[in-house]
């Protein structure tokens, strides 16, 4: 059984992304997997910014992806890339902190225009990590998202799509190769 860790990467308390990460974490758990979520915005900041590992919070969130089979980066996108803040989380990892592990980037945002940002920016720095299978990334538009109490509702031209990545990202949780996982055949 693998373990997913869900690293919400918003610096808002109100995010709809860190709810999209709350709404795949109890999905993956609900698939029959073990997933948590990890939410950078509650992490220290000064030890957080000054990339102090010793630091027991910081240390313990790092531990995190170290034990995690695979790992879903959320992430709000902001001037065209993805949040400084789980940027400055990714610069503290290890040289190799996704090796062996399976990723899904992910992202949110008000409008296509920053599809690729997840691409151009945050799919080099997770092959930089080593993430041995980095599975289609997936872009929502906040139009898609309707916040109800604590939970988001995902718009059904959304859902559908959604649920193929996650399907996906399954199937790279279990070793499948690369090719299988997206329907090629050799």
Known sequence: MSDVLVISGSPSRTSKTERV??????????????????????????PLLGADTDDP???AAVQQ?????????????????????????LDLLPQFGFGGKAVLPLATGGSTAHVLALDYGLRPVVHSLGARH?????FLLDKHL????????IS???????????AQFDKALDGVPHDAVLGRTA
């Open 21 to 46: 990460g709350a709404e795949l974490t109890r999905r993956i758990t609900e698939s029959g997997r073990a997933a948590e979520q990890l939410r950078l915005r509650a992490l220290p900041a000064e």
């Open 65 to 89: 992806v170290a034990a995690a089979d695979g790992i879903v980066l959320a992430t709000p996108v902001y001037k065209a890339a993805y949040s400084g803040l789980l940027k400055t989380f």
């Open 57 to 59: 919070e910081v240390a």
């Open 156 to 166: 059904a031209e959304s859902a559908v799509p959604l649920q193929d990545v996650l």
């Open 134 to 138: 980095v599975v289609q990334s997936f």
């Open 146 to 153: 309707t916040i109800t109490a604590d939970r988001v509702e």
